[in-house]
């Protein structure tokens, strides 16, 4: 995929998006990437990545998708952000995070996609950034509210229905050879363990939330 060209060369609606590097986050977002597709469906997107492992998940996670351009490092990211028309971050709290949005190409091209990018942006604005200092309890709180409302983090990054991500199910990729071996496990019901990541492999972009009225202009 690195010996392609970028997205934002191409002529249609170009979105660099990353998420947190972890295995779990890494694939939960591809219900955001899925539903970014279904409303734009000729777009072409470029995944950041921001390790080794990082890039071996979004290989594996995001490989199938048609819409999947090219595997970018942080380095590309960062140099390249404001050439998409669109670039955000999937975060582990169950929330999305827009960095650059080239709104006027967007509403020349896609405005039913710019519409939900505004809603996502409205409810940013009223139910994450507001909370200032204590946003970092987003997870917590979002996870406490799906418990009292039997709702799972899917239903908070379908932003109130501003993305259709309607079920919690989710494609794996699985190649014939590997299937053989998973179903060789004869696994059923299974618990898998999560352990955070070294210091060194957190990196990523720093993310930087646009307002509603950048979304508006």
Known sequence: ????KFAFE?????VAFYSIAGLGDCLIARKVFDALVELEPNCVVDYCCTTEAHREFAKAFYG????????????????????????LYVGGCHAIFFEWVNNKRLQAMSPKFLQSLIKIDEYNKKY????????L?????????????????FHFLSYE???????????????????????????????????DLPEKERARPKVKATSRNTLRE
């Not at 191409?10 to 170009?14: L, Q």
């Not at 942080?74 to 140099?79: I, M, S, T, V």
């Not at 994450?128 to 946003?135: D, M, V, Y």
């Open 137 to 153: 309890t987003l997870g917590l709180r979002n996870m406490t509210s799906g418990k009292i409302l039997g709702k799972n983090f």
């Open 161 to 195: 229905g501003a993305l259709p991500i309607r079920d919690n199910k989710i494609k794996i990729p699985l190649l014939p050879e590997y299937k053989i071996k998973f179903d060789a496990l004869k696994l059923n019901r299974y618990i898998t363990i999560y352990t």
């Open 10 to 14: 191409s002529d249609e609606v170009s």
């Open 64 to 87: 199938d998708s048609k819409n999947l351009n090219r595997i970018l490092s942080a380095q590309e990211y960062r140099a390249n952000q404001k050439n998409y028309d669109l670039a």
């Open 1 to 4: 995929m690195s010996d392609k």
């Open 128 to 135: 994450i950034l507001g909370l200032g200092n204590w946003k």
